[in-house]
C-alpha cells in the first residue's frame, strides 16, 4: 500500500521532497520623522527706510520624513516678539514675522506651506504656523529642505525708531517640531 | 539516493520601529544700527536792532533737527565769545564791542537748553523723520547806542548719549 505524503508548499517550488526547514526572515523598517537644522542662525540688522522690510540671514531646514502624512510647525516663544536682552527690559519688544521658501527636495503627495507668504506669518497663533503634507509625503533620504527667514517692519517715519543701544540685542527663540498626521 | 534540500516554508514578517521625532530649536536676533544726527541750515542774519535803536527783546533764530534712536541722548551748546555760561555775545566785525544776550533752546513750546557746556535735558527716541528744536536769543536794552555793523557769534551744537 502505498503510501503518500503531501506538502502544501509555499512561496518555493521544490523538486522532489527530502528535506525542509521553516527559516524566519525578519525585516525592519526604522521610523524617520524629523527636521534639522542645515545651516545658518536668523540674524537681523535694523537699518534703513522708514517702513521698509528688513530680512534676517537665511536658516536652511531639512524636513525627512517616511510617513506619507505629517505636519512640522514653527512655534515662537515670544509669540512672535523679539524682546530685549537682560538689562534692557524697558526696551519695547519688537514684532516679527517668519518666511520658509521652499529649497529643494519633492514629495508625490501635496505640501502645504503655511509660511510661503512673502511677507512672512506672524508667530503669535497658538497653533503655531505649519508645513504639512496631504497624500503621499514620503520624502527622499535627502529630505525637503527651505529656507526660513525672519522679517521686520521699520517704523514708520512718524513713529518712535526701536531703540539702539550698545550690548542691546533683542531675541527669540522658535521650535520646529514634527509629527505625524 | 539524492538528497534536495529546499527551502519549504518561508516565513516572512516587518515591523515598523518607531524612534523619536527629531525636533529643532532656531535662535532669532537682532540688533538695531545706532543713529544720532543733527542737521540744521546756516541761519540768515537778521536784525537786532528795531526803528528805536532798541535792542529787539527776542528772536527766534533758526530751527534744526535731531535723529536718534538712542532712548536718553541730550544736547550741548557752546560759544565762541561767551562770557558765563548763560550769556554770549555778539562780536562787532573788527572791533572789540559786544552786544550780550541770552538764549534757549525749545522743543515746541518748552525750554530744554538755555545754559553754555551745561546737558540739556534728557531727550528720547525720536521718529526717523527727527525731532525739531528752535534756537531763541534774548536781548536787553539798556539804552547803549551800538555801532552799526554784522555782530557774530559762533555756536556749537553737540548731540550726546553720555
Known sequence: MKKSVILFLVAVVAIGAAFGQALPVTGTVTQVLETSLVSGALNLTL???AGATVPSSGAVIKIRSNRPQWTVTFLSSNDGFLNP?????NASAIAYKLRATWLSGTVSGTIINGLVDAAGVTLSDVAGPSIST???GKTSADGLSY???ALVVLPASDVAMFEAN???TYTDTITVTIAAN | MKKYFVIALLLISLSVLHSEDKNSVLQVVARVSPLLSLSMGTPEAFDIIDSNNNLISTRMVGNFSVVSNYKAWKMLVDSTYKTSASIGRLKLDDSETYIPYTFAIKAGEIT???EFNIASLIQPIT???GASYSLHFYFS???TIWPQGIYRDTLVLTVTTD
Open chain 2, 141 to 143: 536794552d539798556d539804552d
Open chain 1, 134 to 136: 496631504t497624500g503621499n
Open chain 1, 166 to 168: 550698545a550690548g542691546l
Open chain 1, 147 to 149: 529656507t526660513l527667514n
Open chain 1, 47 to 49: 537699518a534703513g527706510a
Open chain 2, 127 to 129: 521718529t526717523a523723520a
Open chain 1, 85 to 89: 536682552t537682560e538689562g534692557f527690559t
Open chain 2, 112 to 114: 530744554i537748553l538755555s
